[in-house]
């Protein structure tokens, strides 16, 4: 996937003038290569944005994928997810047809940056529906929101007075229930955010008393979107890693006790044992592409998978293969091609 669009109210006509109008910037890519690739690609989501009815408001996302054979592709959006995009804010410049003043009605493009490694067009496709939601109270933005790199919506305003104290803080956390005031901005489900260990951040300036507080409070000053959800996966991430290497030492109580382990390490074995309807969770590094790519394309899986990334060298998890599980029972895995 090199190009995603995130198309919300444009008939069929009017994301066809967006994409002539995108499709001509292209001409300032870089090189021959890369203008001739996006031109193509513009090309294909024209025609395929032209199959769509004339008339009928589009919401959707409408991609486009390299590979042997090329193509574009138009997703529409459920009933839920058209509400998504009228309830909540995606960033990202928002193109419309030209003299079109309604707000409500745009085409959002993310296309890959041939400057950098990153896949940007994927990154957004994730995040969009798929990223992990967090929360985040900003006294400088005036409100607790509920969002992810992308996306997000406001669920209530900041309290009028600053807070100054922890004991404040902690009262100010404990109102803030699922759908109550915290909201779904899940792609695919209705599924209101609950606070856990990492997913609530302070963002901007707060009063020194909480900001000074040993790092017990997750705080970043700033109200740049993209550094609050970057310090949200770093800590989860930490958090996660912790919880990795609590079921390492696991691991290795079991391996001091002999007989037939419910904890092991390693992808090799966690293969043997997915394969087998042993593998009931799993915390394995980003890097194990391989095996996390069919543990997601097995449709009928119900296995509990967390996967990290870029876990610091001298943890636990990474020095036990960056993979650590637990199986459904206690089991010899040799038993079954070990």
């Keep these: 996937m090199i190009i995603c669009m995130l198309v919300n109210g444009l008939t069929s006509s009017d994301l066809t003038d967006c994409l002539k109008d995108?499709?001509?910037?292209?001409?300032?890519?870089?090189?021959?290569?890369?203008?001739?690739?996006?031109?193509?690609?513009?090309?294909?989501?024209?025609?395929?944005?032209?199959?769509?009815?004339?008339?009928?408001?589009?919401?959707?996302?409408?991609?486009?994928?390299?590979?042997?054979?090329?193509?574009?592709?138009?997703?529409?959006?459920?009933k839920r997810q058209k509400g998504l995009l009228g309830s909540t804010d995606f960033f990202g410049k928002k193109v419309k047809p030209e003299g079109m003043e309604t707000k409500n009605q745009w085409v959002i493009a993310y296309l890959n940056d041939d400057k950098t490694d990153i896949n940007e067009a994927e990154e957004a496709y994730n995040d969009i529906t798929n990223g992990e939601a967090m929360c985040y109270f900003s006294q400088d933005m005036n409100g607790i929101f509920v969002g992810t790199k992308l996306?997000?919506?406001?669920?209530?305003?900041?309290?009028?007075?600053?807070?100054?104290?922890?004991?404040?803080?902690?009262?100010?956390?404990?109102?803030?229930?699922?759908?109550?005031?915290?909201?779904?901005?899940?792609?695919?489900?209705?599924?209101?955010?609950?606070?856990?260990?990492?997913?609530?951040?302070?963002?901007?300036?707060?009063?020194?008393?909480?900001?000074?507080?040993?790092?017990?409070?997750?705080?970043?000053?700033?109200?740049?979107?993209?550094?609050?959800?970057?310090?949200?996966?770093?800590?989860?991430?930490?958090?996660?890693?912790?919880?990795?290497?609590?079921?390492?030492?696991?691991?290795?109580?079991?391996?001091?006790?002999?007989?037939?382990?419910?904890?092991?390490?390693?992808?090799?074995?966690?293969?043997?044992?997915?394969?087998?309807?042993?593998?009931?969770?799993?915390?394995?590094?980003?890097?194990?592409?391989?095996?996390i790519d069919v543990v997601k394309s097995d449709s009928d899986s119900n296995i509990d998978m967390t996967v990290i990334e870029n876990a610091p060298n001298d943890s636990e998890f990474a020095q036990h293969g960056s993979c650590v599980f637990e199986l459904h029972y206690r089991a010899d895995l040799a038993m079954f091609g070990a």
Excluded at 34 to 49: D, G, H, K, V
Excluded at 72 to 78: G, I, L, M, R
């Design 151 to 291: 996306k997000r919506r406001k669920c209530r305003n900041a309290p009028s007075s600053p807070l100054k104290t922890i004991a404040e803080l902690e009262t100010l956390k404990e109102s803030l229930k699922p759908d109550d005031p915290l909201c779904s901005i899940d792609w695919n489900g209705n599924r209101p955010l609950a606070l856990n260990e990492y997913n609530f951040v302070l963002a901007g300036n707060f009063h020194a008393n909480i900001c000074n507080d040993g790092g017990v409070v997750a705080w970043i000053n700033t109200t740049s979107v993209d550094e609050i959800y970057s310090f949200f996966l770093t800590k989860r991430n930490e958090f996660l890693v912790g919880e990795a290497g609590k079921m390492v030492q696991l691991h290795l109580i079991d391996v001091s006790k002999g007989g037939n382990p419910l904890y092991e390490t390693s992808v090799r074995l966690a293969g043997i044992a997915r394969k087998n309807c042993l593998l009931k969770k799993i915390y394995v590094g980003a890097e194990k592409k391989k095996f």
């Design 22 to 78: 995108i499709k001509q910037s292209s001409k300032n890519i870089g090189t021959h290569n890369r203008r001739e690739l996006f031109w193509n690609a513009y090309t294909s989501l024209i025609a395929e944005t032209n199959k769509q009815a004339e008339g009928e408001r589009l919401h959707g996302i409408l991609t486009y994928h390299t590979g042997e054979v090329p193509k574009s592709e138009f997703v529409p959006c459920t």
